[in-house]
């Protein structure tokens, strides 16, 4: 082979592998569709159509006019804002959105088991002491009152009157205050007129 034939040869092959290929037609990565790639919309002729229009036979002039919100049906009435906030409140509470219970192998379960056992136990515990706390203070205050009120003096004072002084309880409900129960006189049954507003003093 000469030379002559051999670099127009070399020259065309060179051409070949560095001259980049005609760019193919784009078309849109829609894994989730099932439309045709031939019937979808592209990026610029939903660009064309604008906001708030339908693809369709004349709605690029059509649609021009069209209010971008949707119109509400003839005779809905608008939502009360109170109750989409009750409707949002029970949508976090829906099964769909409360997530699936523990499923745990066994010795994990024993493991969890044992502890809330243990825990109410120990709260068991706590209460059964906090009770009997209390059991033996009102003891305690039940038998003081009982020796008071067998108890006479001091000097010629008949019995059970240190009981009726302690039972006073004079400054509890501020400077010469009473209970709020002796505000009225204490009945078995309402009164028929529960407040004389024609009541003058005297």
């Known amino acids: 082979m000469s030379t002559k034939t051999f670099l127009p040869s070399l020259r065309a092959l060179t051409t070949r592998l560095f ?32 906001p708030g229009s339908k693809p369709g036979k004349g ?40 997530p699936a219970p523990l499923r745990m192998a066994r010795n994990r379960y024993l493991r969890h088991w044992t502890i809330h056992r243990a825990w109410l136990l120990f709260r068991r515990q706590q ?43 004079k400054g509890v409900y501020g400077l010469k205050g009473v209970p709020i129960e002796y505000a009225r006189a204490q009945t078995e049954t309402p009164a028929r007129v529960p407040w004389d507003h024609e009541w003058k003093r005297d």
């Open 19 to 50: 001259t980049r290929p005609p760019p193919l037609p784009t078309q849109q990565c829609r894994p989730l569709t099932t439309t045709p790639p031939s019937l979808a919309l592209s990026k610029s002729s939903i660009a064309k159509l604008g």
């Open 59 to 98: 709605s690029s002039s059509a649609n021009k006019n069209q209010p971008t919100r949707r119109s509400k049906k003839k005779g809905e009435v608008a939502r009360d804002p109170r109750m989409i906030n009750l409707l949002r409140h029970f949508a976090i509470l829906s099964p769909q959105r409360i």
């Open 127 to 169: 209460r059964e002491a906090r009770e009997r706390n209390w059991m033996r203070q009102y003891q305690s205050m039940n038998r003081a009152c009982e020796e008071l009120r067998l108890t006479s003096g001091p000097g010629t004072r008949e019995e059970g009157y240190l009981f009726r002084m302690a039972m006073e309880k």
